[in-house]
């Protein structure tokens, strides 16, 4: 379901905008929901590699506890 959104941008954010919007499919709609998207994914990633930095043995510990379990079965 779409929603109506309205925002403000400095006159060079906005041609820029309209630059890519026309040559982009879904217009300034679609640019922006890509942009949207990217960013949630750069997020992600850098909140993955924040529990990999938090948790550096997970790993290693994972495929031990595996290797445990497949050798009691």
Not at 5 to 20: E, G, M, N
Not at 51 to 69: C, K
Request: net charge negative; with cysteine; charged share 25%.
């Amino acid at each position: 379901m779409s929603e109506r959104l309205t925002v403000s941008f400095d006159s060079r954010i906005a041609a820029r905008v309209r630059a890519c919007a026309a040559t982009t499919r879904g217009g300034a709609s679609g640019y922006l929901a890509r942009l949207v998207a990217d960013d949630q994914l750069r997020e992600a990633g850098e909140s993955m590699a924040r529990w990999y930095a938090a948790n550096p043995t997970f790993l290693e510990d994972a495929v031990s506890e595996r290797e445990a379990a497949e050798g009691s079965a």
